[in-house]
């Protein structure tokens, strides 16, 4: 395993391509602002996106791209004025992540054995970082 830190977060990677759904993606590691509401907040975008990977693992992209993008709006309308920190680290994950998807998607619509299989969730993902990135 491949961990980062980034302040106050720990981001870790699998290097692994099993799926581990007890991983969390983010573990905040040192903040003198830690309240209840950012535990909860943490553990609801960690199982948000667990969810989402997991649905990466079944090539159901569609539900993915959705369950980010639920994730995403959610995070944009919680009260995170005590912690923009956590909120901007959030939004980053959810956007690289999209990100990832969209490249993955574009490899598999394009180049001698492309497929058309996946045409609606990369339509899809370019919509909503689209409208993300606004």
């Given at each position: ?89 959030f939004r980053s994950t959810i956007i690289q992540s999209l990100e990832v ?34």
């Amino acid at each position: 395993m491949k961990d980062k830190q980034r302040g106050l977060f720990h981001l870790a990677q699998l290097d692994s391509v099993y799926f581990n759904n007890k991983q969390n993606k983010i573990v905040i590691e040192n903040c003198q602002q830690m309240i209840e509401n950012c535990q909860i907040n943490l553990s609801s975008f960690n199982k948000s996106y667990r969810i989402s990977q997991k649905y990466i693992q079944n090539k159901d992209y569609l539900r993915s791209i959705e369950e980010l993008k639920i994730t995403y709006t959610r995070i944009n309308n919680l009260d995170l004025a005590y912690c923009s920190k956590c909120a901007e680290v959030f939004r980053s994950t959810i956007i690289q992540s999209l990100e990832v998807i969209q490249e993955d998607l574009q490899k598999m619509g394009s180049g001698f054995l492309r497929s058309q299989k996946y045409a609606s969730s990369y339509q899809l993902v370019c919509t909503v970082l689209e409208e993300i990135r606004k």
